[in-house]
């Protein structure tokens, strides 16, 4: 069963920093592109970056020049570097794969930007 597990979240101060894992149990992690997505209340979800298996990367306007997207093949885990923190970044972060048609979600982690 593929399992998606995110980490990292948390309470920070606007300009701050953190780094959010991805944890993938599967065995096509390698093979797939990875995605962050994001979701505020209230709003609707939407991405935030994405990594191909080639490691191309492409941004959402908001977060460009500020966070960063990777990957370790070698652990099944794919990462987001967040700088520059701001209070719109509040969102609960969720990680995405999709296989042959399947969609596979992680529950999320929540990241609280304080002004």
């Known amino acids: 069963q593929v399992q998606l597990e995110e980490s990292g979240g948390g309470l920070v101060q606007a300009g701050g920093s953190l780094r959010l894992s991805c944890a993938f149990s599967g065995s096509f992690f390698r093979a797939t592109a990875v995605a962050w997505y994001r979701q505020a209340p209230g709003k609707q979800r939407d991405l935030v970056a994405r990594?191909?298996?080639?490691?191309?990367?492409n941004y959402a306007d908001s977060v460009k020049g500020r966070f960063t997207i990777s990957r370790d093949n070698a652990k099944n885990t794919a990462y987001l570097q967040m700088n520059s923190l701001k209070p719109e970044d509040t969102a609960t972060y969720y990680c995405?794969?999709?296989?042959?048609?399947?969609?596979?979600w992680g529950k999320g982690t929540l990241v609280t930007v304080s002004s």
């Open positions: 990594i191909t298996t080639t490691r191309s990367t």
């Open positions: 995405h794969a999709n296989w042959v048609g399947t969609e596979y």
